[in-house]
């Protein structure tokens, strides 16, 4: 059953307010994967903040206009089905990387970030970007660091009296 324009335009908008506020975008061709795993990967992708959709081409293409994912129109061929990445920029590309481990007919074709497409095999820099709270306790024990250092040097001044004075008695005792 066809569409009517109504909800074409509905589409349209609804893809368009969730990319204009993604922080990442991933494209991957399903054809051959069931329907009970596309199930699952909806519900995973709801867990973990992601907006996951199957939009026709003509479509998805009206719909990135205008936001930093229009650079993903030259490759939007085939069954697509895209996720838009709402936390943090990494989790729909750790989610359709990791559900394409288990599931071969799952094919990731591309994606955007910050305006810049990545080919199908950069997928991996993007999902291995930690999630804002990884990002945050590293950043964390980086600044923690030099004042823990300079903390155990402080502390090593009475500590190393303490051996010297040890050491003395030791030697008078003897």
């Known amino acids: 059953m066809a569409l009517t324009r109504q909800e074409k335009e509905a589409v349209v908008a609804e893809v368009a307010d969730v990319a204009s506020s993604a922080h990442s975008a991933v494209a991957a061709e399903y054809r051959g994967v069931t329907v009970t795993d596309l199930t699952a990967l909806r519900a995973k992708a709801r867990s973990s903040g992601v907006y996951l959709r199957v939009v026709k081409n003509s479509l998805a293409r009206r719909a990135v206009e205008g936001t930093e994912f229009e650079c993903m129109q030259e490759g939007m061929s085939g069954p697509l089905i895209f996720a838009f990445s709402q936390e943090d920029p990494g989790s729909a590309a750790r989610l359709l990387r990791d559900f394409a481990k288990e599931n071969d007919k799952l094919v990731v074709t591309m994606a955007a970030v910050g305006g810049q497409k990545l080919e199908a095999s950069e997928i991996g820099k993007l999902a291995n970007l930690p999630t804002r709270d990884e990002a945050i306790s590293m950043l964390m024990s980086v600044m923690q660091a030099p004042v823990a ?14 051996r010297t004075v040890d050491a003395v008695r030791v030697s008078k005792d003897a």
């Open 149 to 162: 250092k300079f903390v155990r040097t402080l502390n090593e001044v009475p500590g190393k009296l303490v």
